[in-house]
């Protein structure tokens, strides 16, 4: 496929790079405006169709405070955008016949039997139906990074609520508990699981718990202002159920800067800290929804389209406990509208601050966007522009 390179201003210092197939320009125009008119530091956009990257574009500073330019090998933290990965990993295992999302947790899990969890299945819990939502526990950010402190945690409080009676984001217990299952069921953590079997497969630039030699790549989050963040505190309270979940374990995580350290890159939370690019994001989206027809793995689909269909069926649509917004979603994918303005078997996840992936199993695509600039309290139209803009490709 030839590629046309793009070389289009954002704004007065701001050079889009990367190339565009014939007929994709719409995407990097939006891409484009993202800089001129939306306050975009530094970010990425890939989108792939029929296995193959017809989009792979990106522009503005990795780093604000250093000045480095965003590279073709930039990296970025994607905050929630990592369960969709963690999504992917276990329904992997359920197509190799190595896992059963309506089985009992428990069954490979005995621990998390207490207190009245012995019923409760996987697809409870990716459906964010659990009612585990907020993790209980006196826990330190050192027991978070360790993982094995907040599992027994997990394993040892009692439901928020009656499991299945109500949807409500489980904002970091969700990764846990299927990151805990997965090691169960494999003997491998999720971080170590979806390298071998899915990233280095694949030739992804993408980790759950980034290696210390990938660290300089890495592009610093750039928080939102003090008052934005005090504004999300203030509506999410503490003391409160959606509080606990939003800023919990244990009241500690905010999206300030602690996501720029060494630690929380590291640590593997298969809910919050991915670590990858626009690229792979789009790849590993593709890959699920047909074979890839470059690089590594090309030839070969990740998932089989009867594990899609069930991965996709809806669990839950209703406005969600924790988050307070209406949210459509499938078993650990959000669906169409939440996800945004995608084709209605389009599946994926979005990220805290604006990145998102997703794949149109109708489409043939895989879609990935990732930037350093956290927006809240806002509409945050950054990565809907991109995503209408593909479809407006498709003709």
């Not at 409760?120 to 990074?145: E, F, K, P, S």
């Not at 491998?188 to 980790?207: M, V």
């Not at 047909?290 to 998932?303: F, T, V």
Request: aromatic share 8%; hydrophobic share 45%; with cysteine.
């Amino acid at each position: 496929m030839n590629h046309e390179a793009v070389n289009a201003g954002g704004g007065p210092d701001t050079v889009v790079e990367g190339v565009v197939a014939p007929g994709w320009g719409p995407v990097a125009d939006a891409f484009s405006a993202n800089f001129a008119e939306r306050n975009e530091v530094g970010a990425a956009c890939c989108v792939y169709q029929a296995g193959r990257p017809v989009v792979d574009i990106w522009a503005g500073l990795a780093d604000r405070a250093t000045r480095r330019p965003w590279a073709r090998n930039t990296l970025q933290l994607v905050f929630s955008t990592t369960k969709g990965i963690t999504a992917i990993c276990a329904h992997l295992l359920v197509q190799r016949g190595d896992l059963d999302l309506d089985a009992p947790i428990a069954a490979v899990w005995p621990e998390f039997s207490t207190h009245g969890k012995g019923a409760i299945t996987l697809r409870t819990v990716m459906a964010h139906r659990a009612g585990l939502a907020a993790i209980d526990g006196d826990l330190t950010l050192a027991d978070v990074v360790a993982r094995e402190p907040v599992v027994a945690a997990i394993a040892a409080q009692a439901p928020n609520w009656e499991p299945g009676t109500a949807q409500g984001y489980h904002v970091r217990s969700y990764g846990f508990i299927v990151g805990e299952v997965v090691r169960r069921v494999t003997g491998r953590t999720i971080g170590r699981f979806f390298a071998d079997e899915i990233a280095r497969p694949l030739g992804l630039d993408c980790w759950i718990g980034l290696p210390e030699a990938e660290e300089s790549r890495l592009a610093p989050i750039v928080p939102p202002p003090a008052a934005v963040l005090e504004g999300i505190a203030a509506f999410y309270p503490a003391d409160a159920l959606a509080g606990r979940a939003m800023q919990g374990p244990s009241g500690l995580f905010s999206y300030g800067d602690m996501w720029n350290t060494r630690d929380l890159h590291a640590a593997e939370l298969p809910s919050s800290n991915g670590i990858t690019d626009a690229r792979s994001v789009a790849r590993l989206y593709a890959a699920t929804v047909g074979p890839l027809g470059d690089g590594p793995g090309a030839g070969a689909r990740l998932l089989d389209a009867a594990t899609v269909a069930d991965a996709t069926r809806e669990q839950s649509d209703e406005t969600d406990v924790i988050t307070g917004f209406p949210m459509r979603i499938a078993t650990g994918f959000m669906l169409a509208p939440t996800i945004g303005p995608v084709g209605p078997t389009a599946f994926g996840h979005s990220g805290a601050g604006g990145s998102l992936g997703f794949a149109d199993p109708d489409a043939e695509i895989g879609f990935g966007y990732v930037m350093n600039r956290l927006e809240f309290g806002t509409v945050d139209s950054r990565a809907h522009l991109l995503a209408a803009a593909a479809y407006r490709c498709l003709g």
